[in-house]
C-alpha cells in the first residue's frame, strides 16, 4: 500500500470511529428520552467532571463564558467524545477489537458516572450501555467494510462497491446519530412536563405583602432596576441540566440533631401562609462591579418556623442543606432561627412560582449571606448537625464553610462601552450590605474629592439601594471611582482580594470617554 493511500486509510478510519462516537451519543439520548430522562451519558460525564475540576478551572470558565460556561464544557465534551472515537476507530483498524475494547471502556465509564449522580434511578446505566453496544457494533462494520474495501486492488469492480458500501453505512450511521441525538435532546425538552407543571401552578396570595415606599426606584437611564426581572436574574449552580422535581410529589426532610424527623409537602408549605420578602442574592464570585447579584421580591415561609417543628437539639450549630441533585450548603444555624433575620423557605419569585433554574419549587434564601452558603435550590433536605461534622459542596473546594456578604457597590452607567456625549449626565448604580443596610455611597471623579451621591429610598436592609449623583462631564477621559458605608459605618474596604476564599472586596474604578 503506498504512503498516500495508508494516510488516506487511516483517515477514513478515523472517520469511522468519529461517526461511531456519535452512533453512541445519539443512540444512548435516544434511550434516555425513552426510559431514564436524566440519565444521558453527556450529561452525567459533564457533571462529574463539574465536581471534580479544580477551582481555578471553574473559576476560569466562569470568567470566560459567564453563564455559557456549561454550553462551554458540554461543547468541549462533545469534542472530545469525538476525538477518543476517532482515535478508537484507528486502533480498530490496526488491530480488531482494539477499538472495540475502548468503546467498552468509555461505556463502563459513561455507566459508572450515571449511577454514582445523586438521585439516579438504577436504571441509569441503560442510554450508556445501550449507547456503547450500539456504537461499538457500528465501528466493528464500518471498519470491517474499510479494510474489505482499502484491501480491494485499486480500480476493481470490487473496489467500486465495497467503497460505496462503506460510505452508504457511514453516511447513514451519522445522519442515523445526529437525528437520534439532536432529535431526542429536542424532545426532551419540548415534553418535559415540569415547565407545564410550572405554568399551572397558582401561588398562594401573600399573607403580607412587601411594602416599597416612595422614592425606592430613582429615575436614571441605564440603572439596574429596583427589582430584578426573573429572565435577567444571574444564574450559578452546578447543574448541568436543570433538575426537574414536581411540587405534587415534591417532599422536604428536616433531620439530624432533631427531637422529631419531620416530612413536609408543598401543600404543608402553602398551609404555613407564604409571605413576601425583598432580598437581594448575591454570589461569592461575584467581582467587584460584576453583575452576580439581583434583587427579587420572595414568597416564602420563614425557615425559623420549619425548623421549629424538628426542635434542633443543644449543640447543633449548622443546617445542611441539600438539593436534589446533591449539592449543599452550610449555613450557621443562628443565621436561620434569629428572630431578626427573614431566612426563608421560597415558593415564588417576582410574583411568579420560582423559574426551574431558581430552584423550582422551593429554595433557600438567606438575607447577607453569599448564595453557596444558604440559597440551595431545589432543596430536598434540611439537615440539622455541626460545623465540625459536616462540610458542604464547596468547603473541600476552598471556599470557606461560613461567608457573610461583604458590602459592595456598583457603578451602572456611564459604562466603559457606551459612547457618552458631553453635558449634564448621571453617574448611578447600586450598593448593598444585606442584613445591615447601606448609610451612603461616594463617588470620587478623577481622583478628585469623594461626593456624596444621592440615594434611593431603601425597601430594607437586606435589600440593595440605588444611588445617583449629578455629573457634568466634560470631552475626554474620566475615571470613575465608587464606595458605600454600610449603616455600622464600615466603609468599603479599598485592598482588591479576590473571591476565594469567601467574597471580593475593593473599590470599583471604571473609565469613560466623554466625546
Ligand atoms: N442546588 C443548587 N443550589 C444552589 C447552587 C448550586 O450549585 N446548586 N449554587 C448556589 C450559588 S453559588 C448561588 S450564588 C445561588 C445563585 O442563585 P440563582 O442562580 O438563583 O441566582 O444559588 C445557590 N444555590
Ligand atoms: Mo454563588
Known amino acids: 500500500m503506498s504512503a498516500k493511500k495508508r494516510i488516506g486509510t487511516i483517515a477514513l478510519a478515523a472517520l469511522a470511529g468519529a461517526v461511531s462516537g456519535g452512533v453512541f451519543l445519539g443512540a444512548a439520548e435516544l434511550v434516555a428520552l425513552l426510559t431514564v430522562r436524566d440519565a444521558s451519558p453527556i450529561v452525567a460525564v459533564g457533571s462529574f467532571v463539574i465536581d471534580i475540576v479544580p477551582r481555578w478551572a471553574k473559576e476560569l470558565a466562569i470568567e470566560l463564558f459567564g453563564s455559557n460556561d456549561k454550553l462551554f464544557l458540554l461543547a468541549s465534551l462533545g469534542v472530545a467524545v469525538f476525538v477518543a472515537a476517532a482515535v478508537a476507530g484507528v486502533l480498530e483498524l490496526w488491530r480488531r477489537g482494539v477499538g472495540v475494547a475502548l468503546f467498552a471502556v468509555a461505556g463502563v465509564a459513561a455507566v459508572v458516572a450515571t449511577l454514582t449522580r445523586a438521585g439516579a434511578s438504577p436504571f441509569g446505566f441503560l442510554p450508556s450501555a445501550v449507547g456503547a453496544v450500539a456504537g461499538a457494533i457500528v465501528l466493528r462494520l464500518l471498519i470491517g467494510r474499510l479494510r474489505a474495501w482499502r484491501g480491494d486492488t485499486a480500480g476493481s469492480d470490487a473496489a467500486g462497491v465495497d467503497r460505496r458500501r462503506f460510505l452508504v453505512l457511514t453516511s447513514v450511521a451519522a445522519a442515523g446519530a445526529l437525528v437520534a441525538g439532536v432529535g431526542s435532546r429536542l424532545g426532551s425538552a419540548a415534553t418535559s412536563s415540569i415547565a407545564a407543571v410550572r405554568s399551572a401552578l397558582r401561588l398562594p396570595?401573600?399573607?403580607?405583602?412587601?411594602?416599597?415606599?416612595?422614592?425606592?426606584?430613582?429615575?436614571?437611564?441605564?440603572?439596574?432596576?429596583?427589582?430584578?426581572?426573573?429572565?435577567?436574574?444571574?444564574?450559578?449552580?452546578?447543574?448541568?441540566?436543570?433538575?426537574?422535581?414536581?411540587?405534587?410529589?415534591?417532599?422536604?426532610?428536616?433531620?439530624?440533631?432533631?427531637?422529631?424527623?419531620?416530612?413536609?409537602?408543598?401543600?404543608?408549605?402553602?398551609?404555613?401562609?407564604?409571605?413576601?420578602?425583598?432580598v437581594t442574592l448575591t454570589c461569592v464570585s461575584n467581582e467587584v462591579g460584576g453583575n452576580l447579584v439581583g434583587n427579587a421580591r420572595w414568597l416564602g415561609v420563614p425557615?425559623?418556623?420549619?425548623?421549629?417543628?424538628?426542635?434542633?437539639?443543644?449543640?447543633?450549630?449548622?443546617?445542611?442543606?441539600?438539593?436534589?441533585?446533591?449539592?449543599?450548603?452550610?449555613?450557621?444555624?443562628?443565621?436561620?432561627?434569629?428572630?431578626?433575620?427573614?431566612?426563608?423557605?421560597?415558593?415564588?419569585?417576582?410574583?411568579?412560582?420560582?423559574?426551574?433554574?431558581?430552584?423550582?419549587?422551593?429554595?433557600?434564601?438567606?438575607?447577607?449571606?453569599?448564595?453557596?452558603?444558604?440559597?440551595?435550590?431545589?432543596?430536598?433536605?434540611?439537615?440539622?448537625?455541626?460545623?465540625?461534622?459536616?462540610?458542604?459542596?464547596?468547603?473541600?473546594?476552598?471556599?470557606?464553610?461560613?461567608?457573610?456578604?461583604?458590602?459592595?457597590?456598583?457603578?451602572?452607567?456611564?459604562?466603559?462601552?457606551?459612547?457618552?456625549?458631553?453635558?449634564?449626565?448621571?453617574?448611578?448604580?447600586?450598593?448593598?450590605?444585606?442584613?445591615?443596610?447601606?448609610?451612603?455611597?461616594?463617588?470620587?471623579?478623577?481622583?478628585?474629592?469623594?461626593?456624596?451621591?444621592?440615594?434611593?429610598?431603601?425597601?430594607?436592609?437586606?435589600?440593595?439601594?440605588?444611588?445617583?449623583?449629578?455629573?457634568?462631564?466634560?470631552?475626554?477621559?474620566?475615571?470613575?471611582?465608587?464606595?458605600?458605608?454600610?449603616?455600622?459605618?464600615?466603609?468599603?474596604?479599598?485592598?482588591?482580594?479576590?473571591?476565594?476564599?469567601?467574597?471580593?472586596?475593593?473599590w470599583q474604578q471604571t473609565l469613560v470617554r466623554v466625546a
Open 303 to 506: 425557615v425559623r418556623d420549619i425548623l421549629a417543628l424538628a426542635r434542633p437539639r443543644r449543640g447543633a450549630d449548622m443546617v445542611l442543606s441539600r438539593s436534589v441533585d446533591g449539592f449543599t450548603a452550610s449555613t450557621p444555624l443562628d443565621a436561620l432561627t434569629d428572630d431578626g433575620r427573614d431566612a426563608i423557605l421560597a415558593i415564588g419569585m417576582n410574583g411568579e412560582p420560582l423559574p426551574l433554574e431558581h430552584g423550582f419549587p422551593v429554595r433557600m434564601v438567606v438575607p447577607g449571606l453569599y448564595g453557596y452558603v444558604s440559597a440551595t435550590k431545589w432543596l430536598t433536605e434540611l439537615k440539622v448537625t455541626t460545623f465540625a461534622a459536616d462540610q458542604a459542596y464547596w468547603t473541600p473546594r476552598g471556599y470557606s464553610a461560613k461567608a457573610p456578604i461583604k458590602l459592595s457597590s456598583r457603578i451602572d452607567t456611564p459604562r466603559v462601552d457606551k459612547p457618552l456625549s458631553a453635558g449634564p449626565t448621571k453617574i448611578a448604580g447600586v450598593a448593598w450590605a444585606q442584613t445591615v443596610g447601606i448609610r451612603s455611597v461616594e463617588v470620587r471623579i478623577d481622583g478628585g474629592d469623594w461626593q456624596q451621591a444621592k440615594l434611593s429610598t431603601p425597601i430594607n436592609a437586606d435589600t440593595w439601594v440605588q444611588w445617583s449623583l449629578d455629573w457634568n462631564a466634560t470631552a475626554g477621559s474620566h475615571t470613575l471611582a465608587v464606595r458605600a458605608t454600610d449603616r455600622a459605618g464600615r466603609v468599603q474596604e479599598q485592598k482588591r482580594t479576590p473571591i476565594a476564599p469567601d467574597g471580593s472586596t475593593g
Open 205 to 278: 396570595a401573600p399573607a403580607s405583602r412587601l411594602t416599597v415606599p416612595a422614592g425606592a426606584e430613582l429615575d436614571v437611564p441605564g440603572i439596574s432596576p429596583l427589582f430584578t426581572p426573573n429572565t435577567d436574574f444571574y444564574r450559578v449552580d452546578t447543574a448541568l441540566t436543570v433538575p426537574s422535581v414536581d411540587p405534587a410529589t415534591w417532599r422536604l426532610t428536616i433531620d439530624g440533631m432533631v427531637e422529631k424527623r419531620v416530612e413536609l409537602s408543598f401543600q404543608d408549605l402553602v398551609d404555613m401562609r407564604p409571605s413576601e420578602y425583598g
